[in-house]
């Protein structure tokens, strides 16, 4: 960014600045989703389950046409396995994020699609970077704790929370 500054480029510069800015929002996106879903089992585990936490930090995912990298967690609980998967393209050739977003992920149940959730990383107005829900094209909910909080519940065999 600097040399581009330097070299009177700058329209390169405004771009490395924004995808620096990006890049930033990004990774703390991602962190709040592994930490969330990493700090609930932990107190599951706590409690008394007996959940197996592993993570993959070069993990590579499709999202429709693009291929995202990033993150996955798996949580294990006996045979039910659940994965959180997280990241972004990071070459022109893994394509681009959809529906305007900073980031893809999916919340996915091992044999158990309807519960599974496909997330997008969007800015918000003001604030921090938030995962939504993508129910159907065009809607969309924020995902809260209380979100995460049900998805090991299902991992769990529990009762869903709502």
Known sequence: EQRAR??????????????????????????WIVDIFTG?????NRAGASL???????????????????????????VRTLFVEVG????????????????RGNIRHLGMKSA?????????????????????PGRSASLHERDAREQIAILLDHERTR
């Open 40 to 44: 609930i089992a932990a107190e599951a």
């Open 88 to 103: 972004w393209p990071r070459t022109p050739r893994d394509g681009f994020v959809s529906g305007n977003g900073l980031a």
């Open 116 to 136: 599974d959730l496909e997330l997008l990383l969007s800015h918000s107005e003001g604030g921090p970077p938030q995962w939504l829900v993508l129910t159907q």
């Open 52 to 78: 197996q936490i592993t993570r993959d930090e070069t993990h590579r995912f499709k999202t429709g046409n693009s291929t995202m990298v990033g993150r996955l967690l798996t949580l294990r609980n006996g």
């Open 6 to 31: 330097a070299a009177g480029r700058t329209d390169i510069a405004q771009y490395l600045a924004l995808r620096n800015s990006n890049d930033l929002l990004r990774q703390t996106g991602l962190d």
